[in-house]
């Protein structure tokens, strides 16, 4: 890491203040070149900024950190401008001029990685705590950013060493003054650690819903009304409705803030036989998106003398609206309750144009993600990346501990489990791997 970086931290656009971060062997050197010499470390300094060519850019608040006391644990430097594009574009050339590379995404926070600042797992809450939006994944991404994983993984990983060390005296030193089951003696504490594992994997499901999105899908007929209830819960017209069947033929998703969490309610396309190419291809997008969803709500006309079809995609605990209860009852109602019970779905009739039933939606979506997401405190894994880790390091310890004959082979498994774990801090994680994960960051930091 030889360059010397540089990159806005705030968004473009017009403000009061823009910052931009300088970090690299070069630091001191463009800070004496812009401002005359370098003030005292963390100590803001009001001074003005000049252009290799002499001419002024701004007056600033200009910042320094020495290495390693920074955020990337190289010398580094803030320079607190006035937010105007101008003042931030002429201060942006002048560093390329004094030779000086604009960061990539995720640039300062990798060379936090690679110098020890952070591991990989707090990396990932860093991401996370710039792209929270709801309070819930602010508690989450500050948790991760503190190292919680970190510490818990840094537990296991001592669990299985002093597991591994049993189990290799009993392999190496089979004729030495060990104890005949010393390699006994690591059973209770690896399959301890298999279940803390499958725990924490299992977790891990809640804690990325939290991270995306609880994902709930409106699915029923055309005109039952599900564009109309997506309107009503986003509280703008999101969705196009019309008399005309059909009319909605793709995923329409709103985010939403619902208990505290991330919501994606979706419109999907109504269900039902055409020989329409384009809404057919609707249909099955429809299916796809409802049957990875984590709550259904089949929406069905109650005024319709129709009796369609129960969706294949429906699940006991999903909920059956049977809407426009403000219209005369028809045949519909009455089946899809029966079809509802039968199903064990929650019923309810419901219209669009009551407020009270609208609240009564939106309560029991609350109640439901409060449920699914909640628990006493976030959840240490995070991501898919973790749970896949966890998974596997649970799976070598299984596999471990079925091998009663052969310690050796036991013993390998073990270090391999050791080896998933130290992957989720990025102790061990190839160089592709790191790559991907910092890409996603927004450059600046």
């Known amino acids: 890491m030889t360059d010397t970086i540089y990159a806005p931290a705030t968004a473009s656009g017009r403000a009061a203040v823009a910052v931009v971060r300088v970090s690299g062997p070069g630091t001191k050197t463009a800070v004496r070149a812009l401002i005359g010499r370098v003030p005292a470390a963390r100590r803001a300094t009001l001074r003005s900024l000049r252009a290799p060519n002499g001419e002024t850019i701004d007056q600033a608040l200009v910042l320094t ?4 006391e920074s955020y990337t644990g190289e010398d580094a430097v803030e320079f607190h401008v006035h937010g105007g594009s101008a003042v931030v574009a002429a201060l942006i050339a002048a560093l390329h001029e004094l030779g000086l590379r604009l960061a990539e995404p995720g640039e300062f926070t990798r060379r936090a990685f690679e110098n ?5 797992a707090q990396a990932e809450g860093v991401a996370d705590l ?6 819930a994944q602010r508690r989450q991404a500050l948790e991760q950013l503190g190292g919680r994983l970190s510490d818990i993984q840094a537990r296991w990983t001592d669990a299985l060493l002093e597991g591994l060390a049993m ?12 104890p005949q089951d010393v390699a006994a003696r690591a059973r209770p504490a690896l399959e301890m650690l298999v279940a803390e594992l499958e725990a924490a994997a299992a977790d891990a499901e809640r804690g990325e819903r939290i991270r995306e999105g609880y994902r709930i899908a409106l699915i029923g007929a055309p005109n039952a009304g599900k564009s109309t209830l997506l309107n ?10 019309t008399a005309t069947p059909g009319t909605t033929r793709d995923i329409i998703e709103v985010p939403m803030v619902l208990a505290g969490y991330k919501a994606l309610l979706a419109d999907t396309a109504g269900l039902r036989e055409t020989g329409d190419e384009i809404e057919a291809e609707g249909v099955r997008r429809a299916r796809a998106w409802a049957a990875g969803a984590d709550l259904r709500l089949w929406l069905v006309d109650g005024s319709s003398a129709e009796i369609g079809a129960v969706p294949m995609e429906m699940r006991p605990g999903d909920l059956c609206l049977i809407t ?7 045949a519909a109602g009455a089946w899809a309750a029966g079809q509802a019970r039968r199903l064990e779905l929650a019923i309810a009739e419901i219209t669009a144009k009551g407020p009270s039933d609208l609240a009564w939606v939106r309560s029991t979506l609350e109640e439901r993600i409060v449920e699914a997401l909640a628990g006493a405190e976030p959840p240490a894994a995070t991501r898919l990346r973790h749970q896949e880790l966890l998974s596997e390091a649970a799976d070598r310890l ?10 050796e082979l036991a013993a390998e498994d073990v270090r391999l489990a050791a080896r998933a774990l130290d992957r989720i801090t990025g102790r061990i ?3 592709d791997v790191l790559g991907r994960i910092f890409s996603t960051f927004c450059i600046g930091k």
């Open 65 to 68: 950190f020495d290495r390693p």
């Open 116 to 120: 020890g600042k952070l591991d990989l």
């Open 130 to 135: 710039i792209e929270a939006e709801t309070e």
């Open 167 to 178: 189990l290799e005296a009993a392999v190496d030193f089979p004729d030495e003054e060990v």
């Open 232 to 241: 009503a819960l986003a509280g703008r017209d999101a969705a196009i409705v």
């Open 324 to 330: 426009k209860r403000d219209l005369p009852n028809g």
């Open 398 to 407: 299984r596999h471990a501990l079925g091998q009663d004959e052969h310690l």
């Open 429 to 431: 994680d190839p160089e």
